[in-house]
């Protein structure tokens, strides 16, 4: 291999020499990464969506290929993120496809010391028992002077960035028909 050639074959010395001074296109591309072809491109279909992580809504384009999401990036049409998306946002294809997904509903026990799985009929009979419980042993009709109350402050909401406006509208119909004023969630920007 002559010297030029070996020079040739550094990605600095391409960049410093030829046409594409930042890097960003042939001076960066090796043998092997001339070959690949980028998974949007092979995509069978692209979906809009939102970023469900926090409240900035970022809008995100989701490729999807034989059925599966193969990757999500930020859209560039988007009026909020301008095809940007944050680190959290970048990852978010895991939300979906993570093999570490939890599918089933796990518990704990009281002192356990290993989690066990729980059908969902079983787990949603023990969450209104426990609520229904706590509401009764701290529900508060009345204060000291005889007016009004009708709270509870034994039990809170504290929702995540991952529900949608349709699912935080619903938790705080319930929350404050059960009296709640403990109602929060994490997404506020
Ligand atoms: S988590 Fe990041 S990408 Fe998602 S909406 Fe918020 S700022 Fe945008």
Redesign the pocket.
């Given at each position: 291999m002559g010297v030029r050639t070996w020079l040739g074959s550094w990605p600095v010395y391409r960049q410093l020499t030829g046409s594409d001074p930042l890097g960003l296109g042939a001076a960066a591309k090796s043998a092997r990464s001339k070959e690949l072809t980028a998974r949007t491109e092979t995509a069978d279909s692209v979906a809009r969506s939102i970023?469900p992580?926090?409240?900035?809504?970022?809008g995100q384009r989701v490729y999807v290929k034989d059925g599966q999401v193969t990757q999500i990036e930020g859209d560039p049409d988007s009026p909020i993120?301008r095809g940007r998306?944050?680190p959290?946002?970048?990852a978010?294809k895991n939300l979906v496809t993570s093999e570490l997904r939890q599918q089933k509903v796990r518990y704990r026990r009281p002192y356990g010391t290993e989690w066990e799985d729980l059908d969902l009929a079983t787990a949603m009979d023990m969450i209104a028992d426990r609520v229904i419980a706590a509401r009764d042993a701290t529900w508060e009709d009345v204060d000291s002077d005889g007016r009004p109350l009708h709270r509870t402050l034994g039990f809170a909401s504290l929702g995540g960035?991952t529900l949608d406006n349709e699912e935080n509208y619903l938790i705080k119909k319930l929350f404050t028909a059960l009296g709640a004023l403990q109602i929060e969630n994490q997404a506020r920007i």
């Amino acid at each position: 291999m002559g010297v030029r050639t070996w020079l040739g074959s550094w990605p600095v010395y391409r960049q410093l020499t030829g046409s594409d001074p930042l890097g960003l296109g042939a001076a960066a591309k090796s043998a092997r990464s001339k070959e690949l072809t980028a998974r949007t491109e092979t995509a069978d279909s692209v979906a809009r969506s939102i970023c469900p992580y926090c409240a900035v809504g970022c809008g995100q384009r989701v490729y999807v290929k034989d059925g599966q999401v193969t990757q999500i990036e930020g859209d560039p049409d988007s009026p909020i993120s301008r095809g940007r998306l944050c680190p959290k946002g970048a990852a978010s294809k895991n939300l979906v496809t993570s093999e570490l997904r939890q599918q089933k509903v796990r518990y704990r026990r009281p002192y356990g010391t290993e989690w066990e799985d729980l059908d969902l009929a079983t787990a949603m009979d023990m969450i209104a028992d426990r609520v229904i419980a706590a509401r009764d042993a701290t529900w508060e009709d009345v204060d000291s002077d005889g007016r009004p109350l009708h709270r509870t402050l034994g039990f809170a909401s504290l929702g995540g960035a991952t529900l949608d406006n349709e699912e935080n509208y619903l938790i705080k119909k319930l929350f404050t028909a059960l009296g709640a004023l403990q109602i929060e969630n994490q997404a506020r920007i």
